[in-house]
Structure formats: C-alpha cells, structure tokens
C-alpha cells in the first residue's frame, strides 16, 4: 500500500506512519473474511466475557503481527481499565525493528479502534 500511495496519491509517509497505517488495516479486518488469508486480522469476540476477549485478542495479535507486519516486535500486550461503564482495552506496546523505535497503542476491542497513545498519556511507571 506504501507503493499506492506515494505513486497515486502523492503521500509520503515516514517508515512509522506506514507501520501504524498496516496495522490499523490488520488489528480492524474480521479474521476468516479473506479465505486466501485465514490468519489475517482477529476474530469477532461475539459473547464473550471480558477476560476472554482480552486473553483471545492478546494471542491473536501477536500471531497476526508476528505474520503480517514483520517491521514490528511486540514487547507486551496489557489491559487497559475500563472507563465509565465501558469494556477495558487492550494496551499493545511494540518496537520498531529497525530502529528499536517503542510504540504504544490503545485498542478499543468493541470498536477495533486502534490509536497510538503519546508519551504524556502514558501512566507513570510506579503507578502514580
């Protein structure tokens, strides 16, 4: 896709902004949708309870990005509490390959929503 958009569209992109844009795509494709591509994306979590959503998303997106984006190393994934009534998160720190570049991101496991979270909102290490 980097190929597309630098040739059709005009957009440069550093090697980071592609990386986020690929798993944007990976981390919010139905898993089984593309029968060429079985292990590509993550399953519906349908009815499950949190803690199952959280341990089957975890497994899938290490093996999905293990597969699919191989510029990226995951170093943990974490739950993210959840918010005013809402299901908890999913927060997937990574490192860049080439660089040793971390990153950090926030997946809303309902929505699929995928956002790198800035270093300011990180929580403090001590937990403070």
Request: charged share 30%; proline share 8%; with cysteine.
């Amino acid at each position: 896709m980097g190929f597309l958009h630098r040739k059709f569209l005009g957009v440069m992109e550093t090697p980071r902004e592609a990386v986020l844009r690929n798993l944007g795509h990976l981390l919010q494709a139905k898993r089984g949708a593309a029968s060429l591509l079985p292990g590509f994306g993550l399953t519906e979590t349908g009815f499950r309870s949190d803690a199952e959503r959280v341990a089957g998303l975890s497994a899938e997106i290490r093996e999905t990005l293990a597969c699919y984006e191989p510029r990226v190393e995951v170093v943990e994934i974490n739950e993210e509490p959840a918010r005013a009534g809402g299901a908890p998160g999913l927060v997937v720190r990574l490192r860049l390959r080439g660089s040793l570049e971390p990153m950090e991101l926030l997946l809303d496991p309902g929505s699929r929503r995928l956002r790198e979270r800035p270093p300011e909102e990180a929580p403090a290490e001590d937990g403070t």
